[in-house]
Each structure stands twice: as C-alpha cells, then as structure tokens.
C-alpha cells in the first residue's frame, strides 16, 4: 500500500510563480526522498532528507520536514516550464533501509 | 556511466505468452529493484536484491511473476504467463548499499493483449 500522499493531486501555474507539494506518511521513517517523473520517463531523484533534518535545500528546490506531524513539503521557488513533471514522495521506513514506499504523486503543470 | 540499462523498452505479447524483462544496474551498485507502475495502483515494490540476493519478494503479486540476479550487472523479471492485467511499464532502478537515493532505469512499457 502506498504510505505517502501527496497533495495536491495536481497543481497549474504560471512560469515564475512557487510550487509547494505536500507529503504525509504514517509510520517512522529513517528519510524521506523526492523524485521527479517527466512523461514517459523513469523517476529522477531529487532530494533527500533524513529523520533528524528539518529543512534541505537544492538549487531551487526546499523541503521540509516535520516528523512529528508525519509530513513533508517541497518548495520549487521560480518555477520553469521545464519543471512541468510528476512529483513523488517516498518514505524509507524498514529496517533494512532500503524499501521505498512512493506516495501517488502531484502532476505539476507550469505554464509559460 | 550509462545509468540503469533496461531491455526491452516496449514489449507487446499475447495473453498467455511468457515476458522477459532485463535490467542492467550501474556498475559498482549492490542494490536493485524491481517496480511496477499503472495508473491505477501508481508505483508498487516487486521484489528488491541486495548483493544479488532477494532481501524482500512480498510485492510479486503470484507466482506467474519471478525474478533473479544472476550476478551483480545483470537481473530478470519473468511473467509466465502473461495476461492482460499485468499491462504496466516495469522499471528497475539500483543504489549503493541501502536506504539511499535510487537511481531508475526509464522502463519498460508492456502491453498484453
């Protein structure tokens, strides 16, 4: 079963504007990654913050991450076309730590 | 490096028929995975080797779906046999130890009518 979830379900803007994705997961994690899915492609890993980090930023990209209320945000701050992709969130929760639980998904559209 | 190395990258068979999918992790990775990817189930685990051992199958869904790591640059997903349900674009991705960012190969579309 999917642990996260990520909302909106889908998001439209304008080239320039802020995207935020929400994620939410339900049981422990050791991290939390981002990925990226253009259409037709393989996912492409964005970031990764663990369960003793708060916030991380890449180039543009920031997320968050709030292990007491079980949720995550990735923030990608002047939007691009380019940026027009699926976003998924993934829990690493095992003990192995290496099992991945990917949440459905936030379909970005950036307009230009 | 070339990435994650999948074969073939569309495959259309007939119900009934057995699929081969191959994949090709990076070199120097020891972990690789096996996903399933369909619109209504989104992205599922299958089976996942670490050191070219099956740490964790509880994501194959019967026993039409087998898959193996022959050795460390080399893996197979079987369905035999095939029916039209299992339609999906297949991806393999590997890692460096565990827990870390995986790297995905870009698939492979199978259409079973």
């Known amino acids: 079963s999917q642990q996260g979830e990520e909302d909106p379900q889908a998001l439209s803007i304008q080239e320039g504007e802020n995207a935020t994705m929400n994620c939410s997961y339900k049981t422990s994690i050791n991290n939390l990654q981002w990925y990226r899915q253009n259409s037709g492609r393989g996912l492409v890993h964005l970031i990764l913050i663990r369960s003793n980090e708060r916030e991380k930023h890449s180039g543009r990209l920031r997320v968050t991450l709030d292990t007491s209320k079980k949720s995550s945000s990735l923030l990608i701050t002047a939007s691009r076309a380019a940026d027009t992709a699926s976003y998924f969130c993934?829990?690493?929760?095992?003990?192995?730590?290496?099992?991945?639980?990917f949440g459905e998904g936030t379909q970005l559209t950036v307009n230009p | 490096d070339a990435g994650v190395i999948q074969s073939p990258r569309h495959e259309v068979t007939e119900m009934g028929q057995e699929v081969t999918l191959r994949c090709k992790p990076i070199?120097?990775?020891?972990?690789l995975f096996w996903y399933r990817q369909t619109m209504m189930r989104g992205l599922e685990l299958l089976i996942y080797f670490n050191n070219n051992v099956p740490i964790d199958d509880s994501g194959m869904p019967e026993d039409r779906f087998s898959a193996k790591m022959p050795n460390a640059s080399f893996s197979t997903l079987k369905i035999q046999p095939s029916e039209p349900r299992d339609s999906a674009v297949y991806f393999c991705?590997?890692?460096?130890?565990?827990?870390?960012?995986?790297?995905f190969g870009p698939g492979t579309r199978l259409t079973v009518t």
């Open positions: 991705a590997s890692t460096l130890g565990l827990g870390g960012e995986q790297y």
């Open positions: 993934a829990t690493d929760e095992g003990t192995s730590g290496s099992r991945l639980t």
């Open positions: 070199s120097g990775h020891n972990s």
